[in-house]
Each structure stands twice: as structure tokens, then as C-alpha cells.
């Protein structure tokens, strides 16, 4: 919903971009490779099926 020159304020906002940069590295460090990828704790979750993603949930939430 931006006109174009909002657009072009928002991506050459050195804050903006440097706040994005630092997002993008701490993704790439943490093992991150693509959209979506799901986290549990800090690990990647191969499996990301409703299943798969159950699997790694329900047991953290009958620990509580």
C-alpha cells in the first residue's frame, strides 16, 4: 500500500537497513536457509508437517 516514493524512503533508511542486515545474519547463524522455517528452542525443525511440527511441540507442553 506504499506510493513509490515511500517505498524508496523505506528501503534507504540506513537504520532500516542496517536493523535488516542484522535480522538476515543472526537468521543465517542460527541455521535458517529459506521461508518458512520453523525454530523449537533454538533448533530447526526438519519436519515441518503439522505432524512433524506436533511431534516436537506436545511433548514441551505436557512437560508444564
Do not use: H, W, Y
Not at 533508511?13 to 529459506?34: C, H, L, S
Request: glycine fraction near 10%; include cysteine; charged fraction near 25%.
Amino acid at each position: 500500500g506504499l506510493r513509490e516514493a515511500q517505498f524508496q524512503t523505506c528501503v534507504a533508511d540506513p537504520a532500516g537497513v542496517a536493523g535488516m542486515e542484522k535480522r538476515i545474519k543472526a537468521a543465517q547463524e542460527a541455521g535458517v536457509t529459506g521461508t518458512p522455517t520453523f525454530m523449537i528452542n533454538g533448533e530447526v525443525v526438519a519436519d515441518r508437517s503439522l505432524d512433524g511440527l506436533s511431534q516436537r511441540i506436545d511433548p514441551l507442553l505436557s512437560a508444564k
